[in-house]
């Protein structure tokens, strides 16, 4: 491989040297602490399941985001840590990075086709890379940070710890989605959450309202009311001869 200046920036040459180490420590704590606060009988699933989790999380999920970090901003300080010259293929080793490291905190919560879709892919990467440095190794590159430091252990480490550990994890182990927890099923949750809420009270009447309801009243009482020639006689107009005469009745006031 073509080398560069081996000068390497101090902070960066130490992040390189101790990360892998630091975050593999940190997957162990992790994965004690939740041992530890899990319902008890603790079982040897649920120990191989919960490193195998924090392994995502930090081994490969926050080492991915680092290496795409490195390789896409610190450019010239990720190739010097390897002891090669800078090349455009760094871009893409560092969204290769990216992706690994993203997908490997999804598969940490998730189930086990997941997991182990993810560990497949760190597998292959990580192997690969650690099989390079190992050959540039003997082929008489300088042991840089990059390429034979803790680095060099967790390349091969890593992967074979994630898939014994699938192995060794019940199917059952891992949390599975439950349906409210997709997106449809929390949309559909809501919904019934607004369909069971009180509806809100009828609004009052309003005044102009009331008196709309008054004058159709009125309207329709005046419309319906019988025509005053088709009311009865009134019986005191009657008696008084000043009502109607009947048909064929004498007049009182003749006789």
């Known amino acids: 491989m073509p080398e ?27 994965a004690a602490i939740a041992v530890w606060r899990a319902p ?21 999920g926050v080492q991915g985001l680092w290496g795409f970090f490195g390789h896409v901003f610190l450019t010239e300080d990720a190739a010097g840590a390897l002891g090669w010259a800078q090349s455009p293929f760094q871009y893409e080793v560092g969204v290769a990075s990216l992706g690994l490291g993203l997908a490997s905190l999804y598969a940490a919560f998730s189930g086990f086709a997941a997991r182990a879709a993810v560990a497949i892919v760190a597998s292959c990467f990580l192997a690969g890379a650690g099989f390079g440095h190992v050959m ?5 590159d300088t042991l840089s940070p990059g ?24 199917r059952g182990a891992a949390p599975a989605v439950k349906a409210k927890d997709t997106v449809a099923g929390r949309i559909e949750e809501a919904l019934k959450q ?8 009828p609004r009052a009447p309003r005044l102009e309202d009331e008196l709309e309801q008054a004058r159709q009243a009125m309207r329709g009482a005046f419309t319906s009311a019988p025509k005053p020639e088709a009311l009865p006689p009134a019986q005191g107009a009657e008696r008084s001869g000043a009502g109607p005469r009947r048909k064929g009745h004498r007049d009182r006031a003749n006789t």
């Open 136 to 140: 540039d190794i003997l082929a008489g």
């Open 147 to 170: 390429k034979a430091a803790p680095i060099l252990i967790t390349d091969f480490v890593t992967p074979i710890m994630v898939l014994v550990l699938l192995i060794l994890t019940p």
């Open 194 to 201: 607004v369909q069971e809420e009180p509806q809100p009270a």
């Open 40 to 60: 008890k009988p603790i079982t040897f699933g649920l120990i191989a399941d919960k490193l195998l989790r924090y392994l995502f999380v930090f081994p490969l």
């Open 4 to 30: 560069a200046d081996s000068s390497l920036s101090l902070p960066v040459g130490v992040i390189v040297t101790v990360l892998p180490a630091v975050l593999w420590a940190a997957a162990v704590v992790f």
